[in-house]
DNA sequence: CCTCTATCTTGACGGTGTCAGGATTATGGA
DNA sequence: TCCATAATCCTGACACCGTCAAGATAGAGG
């Protein structure tokens, strides 16, 4: 049928993601609606639970996607680095830090939201494979303690939070390249090997 | 008056908001609900909005409270700290993370929601003297750039994030005098005077 | 004592999540 | 090809939510 509303929609889960990205990004996680975002998709309000259970479903889907573009982020900065482990390493808070920049709803929906159901497998996976890359970066530049983990990764998730929320505006309000210069700096404190820990 | 319910309340004011508080901890920031808050005081449901005009009101008066009390976890490390300036930084650090660990819901209302009027003039005082203390703390550390003020203050806030939201269980589950010289090892790594930035 | 104001309640409105039941379309075996 | 079955989507309903308007009650000042 090529009518102007067909009854089925074709792919109404992959709209209904690409909608509830918007959403968020629009009205904030806070003011997230379940019935907008089936709006938006031009679909009734009871559409998304065929697909996604309920709300909170919906957002445990785009979390798990959410999350492999998180790591995506990572590795492309690392695709554009220096071999080296440390700079990889840096490589990959940089690109940590980019994400939650550039996609500061979806960032908060990873790392500061209840809503996901992280028991949920697929989510499970997908957070895991991210946390896994930052284990074995960590070691490839010779960390050794749970100190040497965890500093690299403190430094590069404070500096996201801090910067997509839009409240360190010393660094958040310089030029892209200035900035990455000055946070490169501040990773390359954290690096294995450091004093302490 | 002096029946089981007087019409007028007392202190309905500190009431709602100790009663917006245990209701941040118990459902959280995106299960908030002004209904229930009042019902937990006692109260009808539209009573709040004599004190507070809406919801998000009501969250600006308890942020610039979280913020207040933000500040006094800080000084209270503070206070029982080696007097050196490195020292005292690095106490403020934990303190920072102590009151992200005990108060998680606060720490929330305070860095990771959109619900507080930050332009409301009480609430940006208490935040500006919160931030005002670490500037100064880093200046007496003899921290002169911007990334020595932004270094140790994204490493605090990285752990206090991931840790006051159970995300970083290699240090979060560890006892707490454990967790606290692990902490200030990596804290120390960001004192003014490290390489880079 | 009486008025004025602050405080709190009740009632209503539209918006929201979720469930039940019905309508429509696709699928796969006869 | 035809039809039963499943998948998909819609409509309607319910309770809860935030907020506004209007009324009731209590305190404060002349």
Request: glycine share 12%; aromatic share 6%.
């Given at each position: 049928?090529l009518?102007d509303?067909p ?8 709209s ?7 959403e968020?990004?629009?009205r904030?996680?806070?003011a ?5 975002v ?5 679909v009734?309000?009871?559409?998304p639970?065929?697909?996604f259970?309920?709300?909170?479903g919906?957002?445990?889907?785009l ?8 790591l995506a982020?990572?590795t ?18 940089l ?9 500061p709803?979806?960032f ?9 159901d992280?028991?949920d497998a697929e989510?499970g ?9 930052l284990?074995?970066?960590v070691?490839a530049a ?6 040497d983990?965890s ?8 500096l996201?939070?801090l910067l997509?929320?839009g409240r ?6 310089s ?9 490169a700096g ?10 302490g820990g």
């Amino acid at each position: 049928m090529l009518t102007d509303k067909p009854y089925h929609h074709g792919d109404l889960r992959k709209s209904l993601l690409a909608a509830a990205e918007a959403e968020l990004a629009e009205r904030g996680i806070e003011a997230f609606s379940l019935r907008a975002v089936a709006k938006r998709a031009g679909v009734s309000h009871a559409a998304p639970a065929h697909h996604f259970g309920d709300g909170n479903g919906l957002l445990t889907a785009l979390a798990a996607e959410g999350f492999r573009q998180f790591l995506a982020a990572q590795t492309a900065r690392e695709a554009v680095a220096a071999p080296d482990a440390a700079s990889q390493l840096v490589a990959a808070g940089l690109g940590y830090i980019d994400f939650a920049m550039q996609r500061p709803a979806l960032f908060r929906l990873l790392w500061g939201s209840a809503r996901p159901d992280f028991g949920d497998a697929e989510l499970g996976r997908a957070a895991a494979a991210s946390y896994q890359h930052l284990v074995d970066q960590v070691t490839a530049a010779g960390g050794r303690t749970v100190a040497d983990e965890s500093a690299v990764w403190a430094m590069a998730h404070g500096l996201a939070d801090l910067l997509s929320a839009g409240r360190m505006l010393s660094i958040g309000s310089s030029a892209p390249g200035d900035r990455d210069a000055v946070i490169a700096g501040m990773l390359r404190r954290c690096l294995p090997g450091g004093q302490g820990g």
